[in-house]
């Protein structure tokens, strides 16, 4: 079994839990729909996102969608908790609002910036590394940030539910870490590579340029 496979199996574990101790826990007995909607997609997401950089390597496909699963579940978590209570939503994305909401806030941001430098890599015209580290480092930043919010917020994930995102948050870390190495050690493509003569032909004894 590839490493992939566990970690994936992991994830989708700390999904399982996630989700499991927030429905059980007080915070949601007897809660709106609403909130428990936005609860469980915000558990679904961060287990996702945890996965994601480890999805990357030849597993590119899996990883655009697991990416596109990851920004709706967001964007449901945001609609759900606006459509509940608009005044509170509107108020924690505030520059006035607590600092575990600011962080989700600026999480989302990156996620749909990250989103969108993947709708746009080959309009870009970036080279292959650079695009790459912008887009893991971006990734990385959303990973460290939503899992902060998740631990910061008072509620359903209390008590057991800590370790769980520790875990998965540290899953998320590690990977992006991994992948951003690679992309740092990776030897430019060959065609990038400049002759020592600047180009130049020799022809005899000579330069001719």
């Not at 590394?129 to 939503?146: E, K, Q, Y």
Request: aromatic fraction near 2%; include cysteine; charge should be positive.
């Amino acid at each position: 079994m590839s490493l992939v496979r566990v970690l994936v199996g992991v994830a989708a574990l700390g999904a399982v839990a996630l989700v499991g101790l927030a429905l059980a826990g007080p915070h949601l007995a007897g809660a709106p729909v609403l909130l428990v909607v936005s609860t469980v997609a915000a558990c679904l997401a961060v287990a996702a996102l945890a996965v994601q950089p480890w999805l990357t390597r030849r597993r590119v496909g899996v990883h655009v969608r697991v990416g596109a699963i990851v920004a709706v579940l967001v964007v449901l978590h945001v609609v759900a908790l606006l459509v509940e209570d608009p005044d509170d939503a509107l108020y924690s994305m505030s520059p006035d609002g607590p600092t575990r909401a600011r962080m989700a806030l600026i999480a989302t941001l990156l996620l749909g910036v990250v989103t969108l430098l993947g709708v746009l890599r080959r309009r870009l015209r970036w080279s292959p590394a650079t695009w790459r580290f912008v887009h893991g480092s971006l990734a990385a930043l959303v990973v460290v940030l939503g899992v902060g919010h998740a631990l910061l917020i008072q509620g359903a994930l209390d008590g057991w539910g800590t370790p769980v995102l520790l875990v998965l948050g540290g899953l998320g870390a590690v990977g992006a870490v991994v992948r951003l190495v690679r992309v740092l050690r990776a030897p430019p493509p060959a065609g990038d590579a400049t002759p020592p003569d600047g180009g130049r032909v020799r022809s005899g004894g000579g330069l001719r340029g």
